[in-house]
């Protein structure tokens, strides 16, 4: 028997948008149908998740959060699918939708400010999916999730990504690529011109693809290290994995993270990753010397001796990238993150487990894990020091 599940997921391109994609496609054939519900705000649509948008203009938040939930209700959902960090008004109708409607929250991110979201809604949950062992962990122990209740389903990865057909020019030139959102706050992109920047005596080209708030800040520092450079902008997936095909290395340095797919995708396309060590992360997906090199958060000294000894040892690139493809095609594939969450689905349609009574929508309000919080109100540059070092002090 056919589902038709809604997924709260953001109207503009991001990370969960393009989890969306992947997620309906896999889940369809599976007998589980999946529709986008967002909030239309000022960022640029992306037209390519079906559903139904909220236009935020004008709204009062308990008119935005009366649209939603009639969204939901009139839609003829079975169950629904929370993203935390997505939109509040999203994650708060966990509270207010009934408990015959099967409530599930993905959650894609770690820290103090995902947490807080996730418990504020936790007792209307029916059930939590960590995409990374780090959060599968922290959720039982440190924010009351009962662990019975929280399944750990990684990302997979699939089509168009593969090594089929990658390209080993013999050139003695190390192609470093850096795909994705360009944010210092979480992607450290900022410290790539300081990695690079020692590797004068290496023949290098950097490939950036991706847009973001800091990426002309990246240009001009950039501008500066003596390797030919070139910014590609947003791409297509299928324009991504000719990159990741064309590259020796995939350079991530970053702050903090939820599984980053783009590992996955590098990997299964025998892309070398050069990545931050988070714990429970990264170093899930990647591990240390024998499908990737991992370095400490920040630490770009380790970083740049990372790239210096893969430009160095081709022998040991070319390992890294046979074994980095056989981890994402044994570890990591689409068919079994599609099969555990249908598992999933089918064993809640089952037997699902009590959950806390829906509250009245006539008596809205915004739950307290909700709200901003005092620390959204700090300078950019302490926030993100903040949390930097939150990270390398675990």
């Known amino acids: ?85 997505v939109e509040p008004h999203t994650a708060n109708l966990a509270r207010y939708l009934p408990e015959s409607m099967t409530k599930v929250l993905i959650l894609h991110g770690i820290g103090n400010g995902m947490y807080t979201w996730a418990r504020a809604i936790r007792d209307w949950l029916h059930h939590t999916i960590a995409i990374a062992p780090r959060m599968h962990e922290d959720l039982p122990a440190d924010w009351g999730f009962d662990a019975a209740r929280v399944s750990l389903i990684p990302h997979g990865v699939g089509a168009p990504f593969a090594a089929e057909g990658r390209e080993r020019p013999d050139d003695g030139v190390l192609r470093v690529l850096v795909a994705g959102r360009l944010a210092d706050a979480d992607k450290g992109c900022l410290w790539i011109p300081d990695i690079l920047a020692p590797l004068g005596d290496v023949t290098l080209e950097l490939t950036v693809a991706g847009d973001g708030a800091d990426r002309a800040a990246l240009e001009r520092r950039l501008a500066r290290i003596p390797h030919k450079v070139s910014f590609t902008g947003p791409v297509s997936q299928d324009v991504l994995a000719g990159l990741y095909r064309r590259s020796d290395v995939l350079l991530f340095p970053s702050r903090t993270e939820g599984f980053a797919l783009v590992l996955l995708e590098a990997m299964a396309s025998g892309c070398v990753p050069v990545a931050s060590q988070i714990r429970g992360v990264t170093d899930a997906a990647v591990t240390d010397g024998h499908d990737g090199l991992l370095f400490p958060i920040g630490q770009t000294a380790s970083a740049t001796a990372a790239l210096r000894r893969l430009a160095q040892d081709r022998p040991l690139l070319h390992r890294l990238s046979a074994a980095a493809a056989a981890t994402a095609a044994t570890r990591f594939t689409l068919e079994r993150q599609m099969d555990a969450y249908a598992a999933l689905l089918d064993r809640l349609d089952a037997a699902r487990p009590p959950v806390a009574p829906a509250l009245d929508m006539a008596r809205w309000n915004m739950a307290a894990g909700l709200r901003p919080r005092l620390r959204s109100r700090l300078p950019q540059p302490v926030k993100v020091w903040l949390r930097t070092a939150a990270e390398k002090w675990r």
């Open 1 to 85: 028997m056919s589902k038709k599940y809604a997924f709260f997921g953001p109207a503009h391109l991001s990370g969960v948008t393009t989890f969306y994609n992947v997620l309906a496609a896999g889940l369809a054939p599976r007998g589980i149908e999946l529709k986008r519900i967002g909030v239309r705000d000022r960022k640029p649509v992306h037209d390519s998740g079906a559903g139904t948008l909220i236009d935020r203009a004008g709204l009062t938040d308990r008119q935005l959060a009366g649209a939603l939930y009639r969204a939901v209700m009139d839609g003829g959902y079975d169950g629904v699918f929370f993203n935390i960090l």
